[in-house]
């Protein structure tokens, strides 16, 4: 079951014209997926051997699948810690590609959510706790195996990686693809998963959503006008999960679409395994 699993998803990944790779570390190891920052890789390992990456043991599923993703910037470099049953450690050392991303510049953002009063500090730091908790999830099913489905069809104007310069002063990178469609589009799952934050008006995203598809991947909505879901609700890949608006800091109706490998920002547009909307 678990070479079925993960070739199904290789699968997916190349119909969808993903440059895909499968890589043999050695060991028992091996991985597949995308190899670049922003990209997400599942693997497989000996059932006596833990894995760990970036500091963290990776969970498994039932047949002993395991996942995990590369941030924006991390280096070229990156190793996986394997812990045999005696206790040994082992470091395997692999690569990744670098990318070079867009830089954006928006005009017209409301000067309260470009540069917050300081009274409004002590609400942007519990929500940016919550959201960061509702990413540390796990589970060991692996929603996100069957691939990602684009959760609005519209055009792409806002891409992974990008850094916005908000009226003149540049602010962190964009991490999430944005879909430009009216207020009130539907939203629907791109992959089966459980709600691990339901929120109507979080400062800067407004009305968003955490959905997590299992073993540390997870995707985020934000700027939505109405919530469809609330927190612990199961749903489906294709099941409507709330609408588009513009709520917190935008400047017009659209879907803020996120991937997350627990709190690394991966690129949603890596994984899916539908066409561009």
Not at 128 to 145: D, M
Request: one cysteine or more.
């Amino acid at each position: 079951m678990m070479l079925k699993t993960t070739a199904f998803l290789f699968f997916l990944l190349l119909a969808a014209g993903i440059h895909a790779e499968t890589r043999d570390l050695g060991h028992g190891i091996q991985l597949q997926g995308q190899f670049v920052q922003g990209g997400m890789v599942t693997g497989t390992a000996p059932a006596a051997v833990t894995v760990q990456f970036q500091n963290r043991t990776l969970p498994r599923a039932s047949d002993g699948l395991f996942v995990l993703g590369f941030n924006r910037d991390d280096p070229p470099e990156q190793q996986l810690v394997l812990i045999d049953a005696k206790g040994d450690r082992q470091s395997v050392l692999f690569s990744i590609r670098q990318r070079a991303y867009d830089v954006q510049k928006v005009n017209g953002v409301p000067p309260r959510t470009v540069n917050p009063d300081p009274k409004d500090m002590a609400r942007i730091e519990r929500e940016t706790a919550q959201v960061a908790q509702a990413r540390e999830a796990v589970s060991t099913l692996p929603f996100f195996s069957k691939g990602f489905r684009w959760p609005v069809k519209g055009p792409v104007s806002g891409v992974y990686g990008s850094q916005r310069i908000f009226n003149g002063e540049p602010r962190s990178p964009h991490f999430g693809v944005d879909l430009a469609v009216p207020a009130g589009t539907p939203i629907f799952a791109p992959a089966d998963g459980v709600i691990t934050l339901a929120e109507k008006d979080l400062f800067f995203s407004g009305g968003t959503i955490i959905l997590d598809h299992g073993m540390g991947i997870n995707s985020g909505y934000l700027h939505m006008s109405k919530l469809l879901v609330k927190k612990g609700d199961k749903v489906k890949q294709g099941q409507k999960i709330g609408l588009v608006g513009s709520s917190g800091r935008a400047t017009g109706p659209h879907l803020c679409w996120r991937l997350n490998w627990y709190q690394s920002r991966l690129d949603p547009q890596l994984v899916t395994v539908t066409p561009k909307p």
